[in-house]
């Protein structure tokens, strides 16, 4: 998946095409997984969050990343990923699944072995 960007895209085309061949394959993959998250939390916006949301989310967070986030208040907040993230879920529109219709398989079967090694930790 490329990214939404043009000077993003270019940025990264130029960096692969600078690597060692042998590098290429995995940071090529590497991109798709973060392209493909950026535009799944740039969705968000299209879900429309709103106060109710923010006033939701905040009850899930701890007390110290709540304090701040509130501080930081609904219209700063709507770009923390955590946020975005919750949007999406709220919406059925799970990270997981969203990544499965967007990725390639190999991709896909790839990101799930770290998502699954990360929670594994």
């Known amino acids: 998946m490329k990214h939404p960007n043009k000077k993003q895209r270019d940025s990264q085309a130029k960096f692969l095409a600078e690597l060692p061949e ?3 394959a995995d940071h090529a993959r590497l ?3 973060g392209n493909a998250c950026y535009i799944y939390h740039l969705e968000a916006e299209n879900q429309e969050p ?3 949301d923010f006033n939701e989310w905040l009850t899930g967070l701890p ?3 709540r304090n701040d986030m509130e501080i930081r208040g609904f219209d700063a907040c709507k770009s923390v990923l955590s946020f975005t993230r919750y949007v999406m879920e709220k919406n059925d529109i799970g990270m ?3 990544m499965q219709e967007h990725l ?3 991709d896909y079967n790839e990101y799930c072995k770290i998502i699954e090694e990360k ?3």
């Open 22 to 24: 042998e590098h290429r």
């Open 31 to 33: 991109f798709r997984f």
């Open 50 to 52: 709103t106060e109710t």
């Open 63 to 65: 007390e110290n990343i």
């Open 96 to 98: 997981r699944e969203w």
């Open 104 to 106: 390639g398989t190999d």
């Open 119 to 121: 929670e594994g930790q």
